[in-house]
């Protein structure tokens, strides 16, 4: 489990996956846009790209959307972190 903050509030993180992880920061009243995602994109430096948790848009059951549009499945997900505090990474 990873603890992080929420407002003067300590939450820990007791999702193992990122789908589960990006729902539980979302429903648990911790700020969304403090996140950090990293995932798998080809052709990027590193094959890795990072966007801020203020680009979801949608939070699927494969994959997670963007404001741009782009489905992005949940299997590229490489780490998430908030405020800073890596909540996820791949094993």
Do not use: Q
Not at 52 to 70: K, M
């Amino acid at each position: 489990m990873r603890s992080i903050f929420g407002g003067k509030d300590m939450h820990t993180i007791k999702s193992r996956k990122s789908r589960d992880i990006l729902n539980e920061i979302k429903w648990k009243g911790l700020d969304i846009d403090h996140c950090t995602i990293y995932y798998i994109h080809r052709g990027a430096p590193g094959d890795t790209k990072a966007i801020s948790g203020s680009s979801l848009r949608i939070i699927g059951r494969s994959f997670f959307e963007t404001t741009d549009g782009t489905s992005i499945p949940y299997h590229r997900i490489l780490r998430i972190d908030h405020d800073g505090i890596r909540v996820y990474e791949k094993k």
